[in-house]
């Protein structure tokens, strides 16, 4: 395992301007880029879940995180557990970064002076589709979900990118995609839980990203979260699903209605793990899950959810960035 620490102190002290330049360009690298039509797909509809003899959420140390390790717990539950992954040192620092990022967002009426926790490269609204409409909507989706894009603060995402790297997890997930990583810009979050949490839809990412696509989500959640801590961890469906689940009679046409998750999912009904600042969930994008839902929390959650994806086998609609 790495030394490489991540203090405030060391984030401070970056220089944003060429932290922003980075990012600018990893967006830039990707705006003529598209996915191969017929990746190799790690899940696909053809393939058959393995049905393991226990619905679980597997779990395991960090220095038990092998490639097969990896690939084992996804294609047989559809998730991983790595415990104590990073120290306590990034997890707080990250804590602060998340505080400063989302409260700069929070004020759509002014633009805060550019500094190591706000300042979004020129090019993000150009890379949307439909260029201001939709940034002005992602970033508004995201002050009313208490969170923001990594993107916003370059220094912020350059510094988590070396974090990863110092722990081995470009190699690690480049080899579970099959090739090299890239992560997107709307799917790359900092989080902040709000009190009293709403009641999130069940869903799969793959509703609104797409199938024909190879991903890793890594969920990260700086703070102590499930069971007696007061602060929400998630709800999950422990199993291996290989296609998107229905959306009737769910609030979103991405989502999934308590129902389905009841009546369809009976042999896997919904746990809730427990987590500690430094652990990490692994899944993908068929895997059932929600913001914990209940309405006695007490404290807030902080988390970083960063989706990877294959470098040729991307969701175009997440806007890819290089790693
Ligand atoms: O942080 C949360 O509560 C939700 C995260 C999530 O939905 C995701 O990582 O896909």
Redesign the pocket.
């Known amino acids: 395992m790495s030394a490489f620490e991540l203090t405030t102190v060391d984030l401070e002290s970056r220089n944003i301007a060429s932290d922003c330049a980075r990012i600018g360009a990893r967006i830039e690298s990707y705006r003529a880029r598209e996915a191969v039509s017929h990746p190799s797909l790690i899940v696909g509809e053809q393939h058959e879940p393995a049905i393991p003899a226990e619905r679980c959420v597997p779990e395991i140390n960090a220095n038990e995180l092998t490639i097969d390790s990896l690939r084992a717990a996804i294609s047989e539950h559809g998730a991983l557990i790595v415990r104590d992954m990073f120290s306590k040192t990034p997890m707080d620092t990250l804590i602060k970064a998340a505080d400063n990022v989302i409260d700069a967002c929070l004020d759509s009426g002014s633009t805060p002076a550019m500094n190591t926790y706000y300042n979004p490269p020129g090019n993000l609204k150009t890379i949307m589709p439909k260029k201001d409409r939709e940034l002005g909507n992602t970033r508004s989706f995201h002050r009313e979900s208490g969170s923001a894009m990594c993107v916003e603060a370059p220094s912020v995402a350059e510094a988590l990118l070396q974090l990863y790297e110092a722990h081995g997890l470009k190699e690690l997930i480049g080899l579970y995609l099959g090739e090299p990583p890239c992560l997107s810009v709307k799917k790359w979050v900092l ?1 902040r ?1 709000k009190l009293p949490v709403a009641e ?1 839809g069940w ?1 799969q ?1 793959g509703a609104f990203m797409g199938t024909n696509l190879n991903s890793l ?1 890594m ?1 990260m959640p700086l703070n102590e979260c499930g069971g007696t801590t007061g602060a ?1 961890s ?1 709800d999950v469906v422990p199993q291996r699903l290989n296609k998107i689940t229905s959306a009737a009679g769910a609030q979103f046409d991405w989502s999934v209605s308590d129902s389905q998750v009841s009546s369809r999912l009976v042999d896997s009904q919904p746990l809730t793990p427990t987590f500690s600042a430094g652990d990490v969930f692994f899944f993908d994008h068929f895997y059932l ?4 839902y209940r309405s006695d929390f007490t404290k807030l959650r902080y ?1 970083v ?1 960063t989706w990877f994806f294959g470098a040729s086998s991307f969701p175009k609609n997440q806007i890819p960035i290089a790693w």
């Open positions: 989080r839980s999130a869903h990412d989500n969920w929400p998630m899950h929600r913001t914990q988390a959810e």
